[in-house]
């Protein structure tokens, strides 16, 4: 009740303070904040990562090129820091102009995904809100037309498409990362019901898994994770056919066990200095934000 209300108020707290309780979900500022967190997540936990350059919604041609720079640099650290065995980059496609003209977003995200091919770096499609839907899966589905196959798609569970839209992808066998969905749909095209998120979160991963896909399974939900353990364990399925993917300062313990249970896990960097709209997202799904903005607002007095 409380947290519903902070979530409601999110925009009245003052920027500071979310800036400072969203530390833990950001690696930094800089491009080098990102590597050195991914760096850390290898050396000492064996975690893999994907790096995404924080930045969503762009309005102009000139801020989409600057971000896909941005993520250009991003491939260019992975490979001269020899993490391209375990790192990839993350981008979102509004960040590259498709709320803008989908032909320009297309060059832009094919520019991108032909560099990390070049260089042997995976790419990840995030998907963002329902008015990019089909655009995102149309930009996915041309890269691999041309042959571009070192990209992957993300679905949410959320949506009510998206079992159809795993079974419109079958000749594909697409690396899928599933995801319940964090943005606000309506009724007519989401559940908005708890379970039934999880449920079909359910039924996709056995849908991606029979139908040989590659599954990305990103989600901190104990009850998902165990469902998914009995489906790895059912399936038999290898190293080579799926991983785990939390996003960073979330269920850092769960994560180790994870990992030491012998699974591979790949955690999502975000890094830069646009970090709002990511930060009240990750805060609104924190189940302790509520007394956290208290005791940051009180300390602040
Ligand atoms: C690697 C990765 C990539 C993602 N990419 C996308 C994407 O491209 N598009 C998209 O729409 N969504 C994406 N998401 C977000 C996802 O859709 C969910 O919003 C998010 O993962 C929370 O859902 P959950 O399955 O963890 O379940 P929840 O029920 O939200 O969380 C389960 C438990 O995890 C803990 N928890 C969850 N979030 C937080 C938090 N912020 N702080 C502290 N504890 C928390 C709580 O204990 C909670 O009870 C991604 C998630 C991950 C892990």
Redesign the pocket.
Known sequence: MLNNLIVATLPLVPKPIIRQISR??IAGDTLDDAIATARTLLDEEGARS?IDVLGEFVDTRERALVDKEDSSAVLDAIDAHGLKATAGL?I?PTSLGLGIDEEFAYGNIRDLAVKARDLGIFM??????TPYTDATLATYRRLRDEGIDNVGI?L???LRRTEQDIRDLVAYRPSI?L?????REERDVAFQD?EE??DC?RRCLRLMVENGMYA?I?????A?LEDAYEVIAAHGLGPDQYEF???L???ER?RREILSAGHNL???VPFGEDWYGYSS?????????AGMIAKAVLLRQ
């Open positions: 833990r979900y994907t993350s979102k990840r499609i995030d998907m963002e809100n993300v949410q569970s959320m990362r995801c319940k969905g964090i943005y708890r998120v999880r979160f990305a990103a989600t901190h939900d104990d998902l993917q939390m996003l300062g979330v269920k769960t790949r955690v999502y997202r990750r805060l609104k799904e924190n189940p302790a934000m």
